[in-house]
């Protein structure tokens, strides 16, 4: 992680973590009030604080895992007499005014709303322009005038961190971008076209498709593909770095929940933060992390804001072993082919329709059996494509999205038409759980 600059221009609320579940909500309603908010350990000190830029006021967020080693926890006690206004819900043990619990959404929102306006004199600058130029003059501060390297997958978080970096450093900033042959349809020829072609960056693309299906021939396991898929990545994505000279920093699009989920000492972690990892001690990069300040909708906001295409700053959710993943079993052409031919005509018929707006997650499943069909008059022996649409909220439930009827027919018709080696189309109903988002 970057370490913390304090030439931020934004107010700051913090939220202190004393074993609340509600912490990521507390955040994001001070944030939607146009204030900047961060999640803090309970044990921070005074000094700790008052390093921090701009902070205004405190909230003593309290919950069930307030109680650490049998004893229960209360933040330092300097705090409370150190100037700052505090807040308290959940959390007995404060020297302030306590709330019990947080109330309902909209009372929760004027609850915040008195607090950070009337109490912390906190100013509504929290915004993408003001976001922006900040991390533009930050990033120039930290890099200097040396260079930065960037794996840009064409994801939504690193096209938004390289469409940052090269404003605020252009030429300085390199890109690589490696097709591992298990993209969806055209998406690393877009890659090429907004930052090579548009954004004039300095992009390194690596066709590495025949290598990868190469290391992914007759492997069927779901967890072997996805080590190979990551492990040759890193030995491309090195490969390349090799190449190049006098990079010093690594760029990385870690976000805000990266850093939440990673976990405080009142809170279990979900998951490690990794993005690029793996590389060589002998690769020495100090990292550069723009966005690890923003939720994702705000990461999407940026890029909106530094004028990425709306297809790329609202791509949906895609797994780091891309297709590999969607082509069930042991990975052949003709059913890469067909997952990535099919997904294509989803995605434009979702388009047309407006569910791209309404639904989180939709993409199409090659499984690695046939069945028989007809076809002009003849029998075929051809594989299904299986038709995936979920929403939700946190990716730990999902339910899934009902298509209209016509909508489904229109889909169906056109891949059994236009895809080949497909003779049946079907249409996933199982919610999650039981079944995972993914097929693997």
Known sequence: MTDR????????????????????????????????????????????????????????????????????????????????????????????????????????????KKFVFD?????????????????????????????VLLALSGGVDSSVVAALLIKAIGKQLTCVHVNHGLMRKDESE??????????????????????????LAGVADPEAKRKIIGAEFIRVFEEEARKLDGIEFLGQGTIYPDVVE????????????????????????????PLYQLFKDEVRACGVELG???????????????LGVRCLGAITKERLEAVREADAILREEFANAGLDKKVWQYFTVVPDFKSVGVRDNARTFEYPVIIRAINTIDAMTATIEEIDWPILHKITNRILAEVKNVNRVCYDLSPKPNATIEWE
């Open 5 to 112: 600059r304090t030439t931020m221009q934004q107010d700051m609320i913090v939220i202190l973590d004393l074993g609340s579940h509600e912490n990521t909500m507390v955040a994001r309603a001070v944030r939607e009030l146009g204030v900047y908010s961060e999640i803090k350990a309970h044990d921070i000190t005074v000094a700790e604080l008052q390093a921090l830029p701009n902070v205004k006021g405190i909230i003593i967020n309290g919950g069930e895992n307030n109680i650490i080693d049998g004893v229960p926890i209360d933040v330092d006690a300097a705090i409370y007499t150190a100037g700052y206004p505090v807040m308290s819900v959940g959390h007995a043990l404060a020297k302030v005014e306590n709330l019990p619990a947080w109330p309902e959404h909209e009372a929760v929102l004027a609850l915040l």
């Open 308 to 322: 990425l295409p709306h297809s790329m700053v609202y791509r949906q959710p895609f797994p780091g072993p891309g």
């Open 262 to 289: 990673s976990g405080t000492k009142t809170a279990k972690s979900v998951k490690s933060h990794h993005n690029v990892g793996g590389l060589p001690e002998d690769l020495q990069f100090k990292l550069v992390e």
């Open 190 to 215: 877009s890659v090429v076209k907004v930052f090579g072609e548009e954004l004039k960056a300095n992009l390194v693309y690596v066709d590495a498709s025949e290598r990868f299906l190469s290391k």
């Open 119 to 147: 109490e912390c004199k906190a100013t509504a600058n929290w915004n993408m322009p003001n976001f922006i130029n900040d991390q533009v003059e930050l990033i120039r501060q930290q890099v200097g005038d040396k260079k």
